[in-house]
């Protein structure tokens, strides 16, 4: 499996954007570009994902560089609330295994 | 609501006492699996099931068996736990046809004494 690369740790101030970022330069063609994050004492639950072109959603955004080698979650006004541990994945088309690393523990700060 | 549940959610139990942690959802999905969560090395993948009646290995079976007879059910065996099988136990599920979203439970905290 393609592997990710993401800072252990993360603060942010509350109400401020949060960009989070990963490394994944060993991406194939095939690879999708997953994110998930893990709230305290809950299971991991799905953010964003992407291929090649920048998504956005309601939770989040996601920019992927043009040569796919690294990508970037954009929380665009963090709360108390997106305090969790957030895993970059990538994830082969066909395939449903995700393939979890260590993730990024985002701390908010009021 | 679109949810998997398990049971139970937190469990005590003892060196060889056969057990059963429940995982079901309730969005007709096709593919399911169980995860373990250990500190340091993140979600790890103990199997997972393509329909009725088919599942396979994930990368940290041993020790473990499942079943998949019913679409919506999918439970993790443990025959003879031991210590090392202490751990936070995730079960997942998802319609590879079209959603790409994998929904996660609530997780089961066992300990193996």
């Known amino acids: 499996d393609a592997k990710t690369t993401q800072p252990n740790s993360m603060e942010s101030n509350e109400e401020e954007p949060v960009h989070l970022p990963c490394n994944h330069s060993?991406?194939?063609?095939?690879?999708?570009i997953h994110w998930y994050r893990q709230l305290p004492s809950q299971g991991p639950e799905y953010v964003i994902h992407?291929?090649?072109s920048n998504v956005n959603n309601r939770m989040a955004s996601l920019a992927i560089a043009e040569d796919r080698k690294s990508s970037t979650l954009i929380l665009h006004r963090a709360t108390l609330r997106d305090a969790a541990v957030y895993y970059c994945?990538?994830?082969?088309?066909?395939?449903?295994?995700?393939?979890f690393g260590t993730g990024t523990r985002l701390t908010i700060i009021p | 609501e679109a949810q998997v549940t398990q049971n139970p959610r937190y469990l005590i139990t003892v060196t060889g006492k056969k057990l059963t942690v429940t995982c079901s959802q309730n969005?007709?999905?096709?593919?399911m699996s169980w995860y373990r969560q250990d500190p340091g090395l993140g979600l790890r993948q103990i199997y997972y099931?393509?329909?009725?009646?088919?599942?396979d290995k994930g990368d940290v079976p041993e020790g473990y068996k499942v079943s998949r007879k019913e679409k919506r059910n999918f439970p993790l065996i443990l025959e003879s736990p031991s210590p090392n099988q202490t751990s936070l136990y995730f079960c997942?599920?998802?319609?590879?046809?079209?959603?790409?979203?994998?929904?996660f439970g609530p997780g089961t905290r066992l300990l193996v004494l």
């Open positions: 997942a599920s998802s319609d590879y046809i079209g959603d790409e979203t994998q929904y």
């Open positions: 060993t991406i194939s063609g095939t690879d999708y």
């Open positions: 992407g291929l090649t």
């Open positions: 994945i990538l994830r082969q088309f066909g395939n449903e295994k995700l393939t």
């Open positions: 969005m007709n999905h096709e593919y």
């Open positions: 099931s393509m329909n009725v009646e088919v599942t």
